[in-house]
């Protein structure tokens, strides 16, 4: 299993402090989140505080949690994401989904769509876009919504490919095949959008990509977001169970902007990924 954190919280200066501290405790990734305007946070450009990321880590995977790419151009993120690619020695991760409506940069925004099957097709036409894209060769394409002709992007990425971690909804097909394509997946939990996706249906949701992923696609990654219990052996036992199930990553994800704060969000970064079980 492996660890990621979300700095949910901060200034420029107190996230690049948290993303050092991160690796130096031993955390596997560290992740900004891609937001416009949600509520009356301070929020910052993910690809902006990425490349500084980059350039202040050498070993940690780095990310933000998640991408919403159907509002972004996919031309613009196959060009930002190869050049953090690059910045960071090849240890860029792209989880990436549909994003919130809830984000004034669907809903308080003219030429911005909230419908749900609308924003899933402009999520595939830019999956297939990047595809296209990172080979470093001539393409074109023509989608559903987008379409691109004669062009080549290069360099290529250092990773080949840079990971894609797909939110797919459980158990809906249709979003189920779309993360199964891919290289990792982050579950939502259709039965309670709430909660975390119990142990086991990850396992049965493994189960069924398992079943529908191409035998040769290479490792694929399930990553589950949530907070671990401050008690040691629970926490152990959490990770054991998901662990179990099929799970390979663990993104510890603080989302109350009303409790969190930077300093809180570093002290738990110190601790390590898991609370160390004490002797006795």
């Not at 901060?10 to 991160?22: K, P, R, Y």
């Not at 020695?89 to 749900?116: H, K, N, Q, W």
């Not at 219990?229 to 662990?243: F, K, M, S, T, V």
């Amino acid at each position: 299993m492996k660890f990621g954190f979300v700095a949910t919280c901060g200034s420029t200066d107190q996230i690049l402090q948290m993303a050092v501290e991160a690796e130096r405790a031993g955390w596997d990734g560290f992740f900004t989140w891609d937001g416009i305007s949600v509520g009356p946070y301070d929020t910052f450009d993910p690809w902006a505080l990425l490349g500084a990321v980059a350039a202040t880590t050498s070993t940690i995977r780095i990310g933000a949690m998640v991408f919403s790419l159907p509002r972004r151009k996919p031309w613009e993120v196959a060009r930002q994401a190869v050049t953090v690619d690059h910045l960071s020695g090849g240890r860029l991760v792209m989880p990436v989904g549909l994003g919130a409506v809830d984000d004034g940069g669907y809903s308080r925004v003219s030429g911005e769509t909230t419908d749900i099957r609308t924003r899933a097709q402009l999520l595939d036409d830019t999956l297939a876009i990047l595809d296209r894209a990172w080979t470093g060769e001539p393409f074109s394409y023509d989608g559903t919504h987008h379409h691109v002709r004669h062009m080549v992007f290069r360099p290529t990425p250092v990773q080949s490919p840079i990971p894609i971690w797909v939110v797919g909804a459980w158990p809906a097909p249709r979003s189920m095949r779309r993360a199964s394509t891919r290289q990792g997946v982050l579950p939502a939990n259709i039965a309670n959008p709430m909660e975390p996706l119990p142990p086991e249906e990850i396992a049965k949701m493994l189960a069924w990509v398992t079943e529908h992923r191409p035998p040769d696609a290479g490792p694929f990654d399930v990553v589950v977001e949530g907070i671990l219990p401050a008690d040691p052996g629970e926490a152990h036992a959490r990770i054991q169970g998901l662990a179990d199930a099929g799970a390979t990553w663990w993104i510890e994800s603080r989302w109350d902007f009303d409790r969190e704060t930077p300093q809180t969000l570093l002290d738990r970064i110190r601790q390590g990924p898991v609370p160390s079980v004490q002797p006795g």
